[in-house]
Nanobody
């Protein structure tokens, strides 16, 4: 089970750090990722971190967001800097056994419940 937290209200240009803790097992064997879904839109890929440490980001967050993990704590993170109103969404963490860095939602088997990030202008 995954539980995301750390969302909230932040002003444009601000930062937030999302966390996602895994219970009932270790995250070490899995790739982990963050997705987001804004009102009226489909869930979209944000960032992925493979089991081997490779990472990949959607173009709009490159250079601003950083995905990381602490296997010992069974926790993944998403550091978000220079936030814009376009980043407003519910953010979901996910894990999968799929090898590599998948970005399609169908490749992700375990999902957290989501945490809301609101960026005000």
């Amino acid at each position: 089970q995954l539980q995301a937290c750390g969302g909230g209200l932040v002003q444009v240009g601000g930062s937030l750090r999302l966390s996602c803790a895994a219970s009932g097992g270790m995250i070490r064997p899995y790739a982990v990722a963050w997705f987001r879904q804004s009102a009226g839109k489909e869930r979209e890929f944000v960032a992925v971190l493979s089991r081997s440490g490779g990472s990949y980001y959607r173009d709009s967050v490159k250079g601003r967001f950083t995905i990381s993990r602490d296997n010992a704590q069974n926790t993944m993170y998403l550091q978000m800097n220079s936030l814009t109103p376009e980043d407003t969404a519910v953010y979901y963490c996910a894990a999968t056994r799929v090898i590599g860095m998948p970005t399609a939602t169908n490749d992700w088997y375990w999902w957290g419940r989501g945490t809301l990030v609101t960026v005000s202008s």
